[in-house]
């Protein structure tokens, strides 16, 4: 490791985008981000990441936010920082295939809208699934960094990710990120893959973890000493548990070495301090709840992610099943086996979590199908890294004859036939591409949106006919 050049750490700050989605279902609102957007100017990160994962949907759905009109007053905040979105490769923000034209004209808008830097993943880690998207991004002069979907598994060597991160840098990504969704990368097995894939690529490489099973700090730590050049983290308000590392422990721990980050921890106070309200009101009002802040061993147990486990629970809860909990979690690594060992990670992690919980309640193996099970099987996601058991691939989809090229391939461009079934509502051109993700949902708040309007418009006509006395 002598040979590592050390440098200081870049810091990706995500409190805006996945701290937030990870403790508190996304519902941090624009109007809380705004007042203090012009310090976390000043600290000299080297990304923030503020838009794309679930922002998306739950602000068109649970806010009426337009998530467009979010990123840009963060992007006319954000004089000095650079911007960065989750993306979910031909999946975009949604959780379907869909066509390349629609893939190519969000990935435009997005950079247009003042994104940066897109972090572009696939839940099978698919490449091809992830080509449209990095080539969309350079051709608008964007940075496209690539993300590994992290797991553990028989078919995920060190060649593996290897071989599969080389690829991802002949494929023209600016840089690599190591997606760790499930907390699952120990501190000594973090050094062992920072420091193959420091020798496999000449491209930065960016740490994103979870603190789920309470490793991560340790983990990054190991991490930046192998030559990781960023980490992902959180202020400490919305830090820890099923979010990253807390921003303010990482800077100081490296403060000092030769990956000292420069931040300053005044700066990084006062930012804090703004958002330790918020934490408290969440907290009081049971929108964070308490059990995702603790550490969750069985994550390492059973290689299941946070979020997959607590899904788990109420399914079962909802079935009035509870007692199979047990059951359940030993059979999710058979059902990920029979389905090619996917990473478990959004929505490959619903899917085998769900026909787990089927598997155990029905007493019979594959008895029930979900449609998504099938799809899975049916190619539609794309390719995983390991066949599928053909005996139970032939019990869920009898006779269909499996997609084996890239499923978008199949997929008839759709920009046009969505302008012309969305063209009432057309306020602004990235209207159709909330409409393309989510057709109701998008809907829906269009309907909102106007009726806003009527009512701005009403109350604008009434003080303008009032007549004031002489």
Same mark, same amino acid.
């Given at each position: 490791?002598?040979?590592?050049?050390?440098?200081?750490?870049?810091?990706?700050?995500?409190?805006?985008? @996945?701290a937030?989605q990870?403790?508190?279902?996304?519902?941090?609102?624009?109007e809380?981000?705004l007042?203090?957007? %012009?310090?976390?100017?000043?600290?000299?990160?080297?990304?923030?990441?503020?838009w794309g994962?679930?922002?998306f %949907?739950?602000?068109?759905?649970? #806010?009426?936010?337009?998530p467009?009109?979010?990123?840009?007053?963060?992007?006319?905040?954000f004089?000095?920082?650079?911007?960065?979105?989750?993306?979910?490769?031909?999946?975009?923000?949604?959780?379907?295939?869909?066509?390349?034209?629609?893939?190519?004209?969000?990935?435009?808008?997005?950079?247009?809208?003042?994104?940066d830097?897109?972090?572009?993943?696939?839940c099978?880690?698919?490449l091809?699934? #992830?080509?449209t998207?990095? /080539?969309?991004?350079?051709r608008?002069?964007?940075?496209?960094?690539?993300a590994?979907s992290?797991?553990?598994?028989?078919?995920? &060597?060190? %060649?593996?990710?290897?071989?599969?991160?080389?690829?991802? =840098?002949?494929?023209?990504?600016?840089?690599?990120?190591?997606?760790d969704?499930?907390?699952?990368?120990?501190?000594?097995?973090?050094? =062992?893959?920072?420091?193959?894939?420091?020798?496999?690529?000449?491209? +930065?490489i960016?740490?994103?973890?979870?603190?789920?099973?309470g490793?991560?700090?340790?983990?990054?730590?190991?991490?930046v000493?192998?030559?990781?050049?960023?980490? @992902?983290?959180?202020?400490?308000?919305?830090?820890?548990?099923?979010? $990253?590392?807390? &921003? !303010?422990?990482?800077?100081e721990?490296?403060?000092?070495?030769?990956?000292?980050?420069?931040?300053?921890? /005044?700066?990084?106070?006062?930012?804090?301090?703004?958002?330790?309200?918020?934490?408290?009101?969440?907290?009081?009002?049971?929108?964070?709840?308490?059990k995702?802040?603790g550490v969750?061993?069985?994550?390492l147990?059973?290689?299941v +992610?946070g979020?997959?486990?607590?899904?788990?629970v109420?399914?079962?809860?909802?079935?009035?099943q !509870? @007692?199979?909990?047990?059951?359940?979690?030993?059979?999710?690594?058979?059902?990920?086996? %029979?389905?090619?060992?996917?990473? #478990?990670?959004?929505?490959s992690?619903?899917?085998?979590? &769900?026909?787990?919980?089927?598997?155990v309640?029905?007493?019979?193996?594959y008895?029930?199908?979900?449609?998504?099970?099938?799809?899975?099987?049916?190619?539609e996601?794309?390719q995983?890294?390991k066949?599928?058991?053909p005996e139970?691939?032939?019990?869920?989809i009898?006779?269909? =004859?499996p997609?084996?090229?890239?499923?978008?391939?199949?997929?008839?461009? $759709?920009?046009e036939?969505?302008?012309?079934e969305?063209?009432?509502?057309?306020?602004?051109?990235e209207?159709?591409?909330?409409?393309?993700?989510?057709?109701?949902?998008?809907?829906?708040?269009?309907?909102y949106?106007?009726?806003?309007?009527?009512?701005i @418009?009403?109350?604008l006509?009434?003080?303008?006919?009032?007549?004031?006395?002489?």
């Amino acid at each position: 490791m002598a040979d590592i050049a050390k440098k200081p750490i870049g810091i990706t700050e995500t409190i805006l985008r @996945d701290a937030h989605q990870s403790l508190i279902a996304t519902r941090m609102t624009t109007e809380q981000m705004l007042p203090i957007i %012009d310090k976390m100017d000043q600290v000299g990160y080297h990304a923030v990441e503020c838009w794309g994962g679930a922002t998306f %949907d739950a602000s068109l759905r649970f #806010l009426k936010e337009d998530p467009w009109e979010r990123l840009r007053k963060l992007r006319d905040g954000f004089k000095n920082t650079k911007l960065q979105m989750l993306f979910r490769g031909q999946n975009i923000l949604g959780y379907n295939h869909y066509a390349d034209d629609v893939v190519e004209y969000f990935v435009q808008k997005s950079l247009a809208n003042g994104i940066d830097i897109i972090r572009i993943f696939d839940c099978l880690n698919d490449l091809r699934n #992830l080509e449209t998207a990095v /080539n969309a991004a350079n051709r608008e002069k964007g940075h496209a960094q690539v993300a590994l979907s992290y797991t553990l598994g028989d078919a995920y &060597t060190m %060649d593996y990710w290897k071989e599969t991160a080389k690829k991802i =840098e002949e494929m023209g990504a600016s840089s690599l990120c190591i997606k760790d969704m499930a907390g699952l990368l120990t501190p000594y097995a973090a050094t =062992e893959l920072v420091t193959v894939l420091k020798e496999a690529v000449d491209i +930065p490489i960016d740490l994103h973890t979870h603190y789920t099973s309470g490793v991560a700090s340790m983990t990054y730590m190991k991490a930046v000493e192998a030559g990781c050049d960023i980490i @992902d983290t959180a202020m400490s308000p919305f830090a820890l548990g099923t979010s $990253q590392p807390a &921003t !303010e422990v990482m800077v100081e721990t490296f403060r000092g070495t030769p990956y000292d980050t420069g931040l300053d921890q /005044n700066l990084l106070s006062e930012i804090a301090e703004y958002f330790r309200p918020m934490r408290e009101e969440a907290l009081e009002s049971g929108l964070l709840n308490t059990k995702v802040l603790g550490v969750n061993i069985k994550t390492l147990m059973y290689q299941v +992610p946070g979020g997959m486990l607590s899904n788990l629970v109420s399914q079962l809860k909802e079935m009035g099943q !509870e @007692d199979k909990y047990e059951e359940v979690l030993e059979e999710v690594p058979r059902v990920r086996k %029979d389905f090619g060992e996917p990473p #478990l990670v959004t929505p490959s992690s619903q899917i085998v979590g &769900t026909q787990a919980v089927l598997n155990v309640v029905a007493g019979e193996r594959y008895k029930m199908v979900t449609k998504e099970s099938k799809k899975l099987l049916s190619g539609e996601f794309g390719q995983t890294v390991k066949p599928f058991n053909p005996e139970v691939q032939k019990k869920c989809i009898g006779d269909t =004859e499996p997609i084996t090229c890239r499923p978008a391939d199949l997929i008839e461009p $759709q920009l046009e036939k969505l302008e012309a079934e969305m063209s009432q509502w057309k306020q602004q051109d990235e209207d159709v591409l909330s409409y393309a993700l989510f057709p109701q949902v998008a809907t829906d708040f269009f309907k909102y949106r106007e009726a806003q309007r009527t009512k701005i @418009d009403a109350t604008l006509a009434d003080k303008e006919n009032q007549v004031y006395p002489v």
